[in-house]
C-alpha cells in the first residue's frame, strides 16, 4: 500500500466515523428541542418559596469607575443604605 492510499483510507475511514457519530448524535437530540422561533420551554417549578440569588452588595470604597479620557464622572446618590441598589 503507497502513502497516497494510506492517507486515502485513514480519510475515508474519519469521514464514515464521523458521518455515524453525526447521526447518533441527530437521533438523540429531543425533539422539538429548546431553540427557533417557538421553543418548548420547561414547565416552571413552583415551591413554597422561590429561588432567589442575590449577590451581596459592596460598596466602591476608594475607587471610582474609569471613564474616556476627557469625561469626568461624579456621585448622583451617596449614603445609600445598600450601595450599588438605588431602586431599594
Not at 494510506?6 to 429548546?34: D, E, H, S
Amino acid at each position: 500500500m503507497t502513502r497516497r492510499q494510506r492517507i486515502a483510507a485513514v480519510l475515508t475511514g474519519t469521514a464514515a466515523l464521523a458521518a455515524t457519530l453525526g447521526f447518533v448524535v441527530a437521533q438523540t437530540a429531543p425533539a422539538g428541542g429548546q431553540h427557533g422561533a417557538n421553543p418548548e420551554l420547561p414547565a416552571p417549578e413552583r415551591g413554597l418559596l422561590p429561588d432567589m440569588r442575590i449577590a451581596e452588595p459592596a460598596g466602591w470604597g476608594d475607587r471610582r469607575p474609569t471613564v474616556p479620557q476627557g469625561w469626568t464622572i461624579s456621585a448622583i446618590a451617596t449614603d445609600l443604605k445598600i450601595p450599588r441598589q438605588t431602586l431599594v
